[in-house]
């Protein structure tokens, strides 16, 4: 109890420091919203040692993730799929990031892709291999050879759409 009775006491002075440097920088048509946000704060720094300790809101908590695990496994949904769906996402958006910056410094050229697909079954040896992507811009014969050369891709699987 007095572990918590610290971290309420330490996170007060932290906010009170806070509010005086506030009250002294901040406009005055600004100092509605602030008073809003510290009160929001306070409350939070007053509310979560409590939530954190509290044994039955810990049970409620798992009760709730444990009806919402149910419900998705009646709808067929796994979390493993979910979290292999995330992975596949944010592989795909970090190979996307990586062929623009590339493209950028091999060729001098920007471009943006529209649209790329991979292999998403990880299961695959080719997981993570580009068998398609689409470049808004147009076609530069050596924007399609670094693509090709470096990430395998067919040439002509690389497809370029016209700018709008």
Do not use: W
């Amino acid at each position: 109890m007095q572990e918590i009775l610290n971290e309420i006491a330490l996170s007060l002075f932290y906010i009170v420091i806070i509010a005086i440097l506030i009250e002294n920088l901040v406009n005055e048509s600004y100092r509605k919203y602030i008073n809003v946000f510290l009160g929001l704060t306070v409350s939070m720094v007053l509310i979560a040692p409590i939530v954190e300790n509290s044994d039955f809101l810990k049970f409620e908590f798992q009760k709730s993730l444990q009806r919402i695990e149910s419900e998705f496994n009646q709808q067929g949904i796994y979390s493993q799929d979910i979290y292999r769906q995330a992975l596949v996402q944010e592989y795909k958006s970090k190979l996307k990031d990586e062929i623009e910056d590339n493209v950028r410094d091999i060729c001098g050229k920007k471009i943006q892709i529209v649209e790329m697909h991979i292999y998403e079954n990880m299961d695959s040896p080719d997981f993570g291999k580009v068998y398609e992507i689409k470049i808004e811009g147009e076609y530069d014969g050596k924007v399609v050879e670094t693509i090709s050369n470096k990430y395998h891709v067919r040439k002509d699987k690389i497809y370029f759409q016209k700018l709008r």
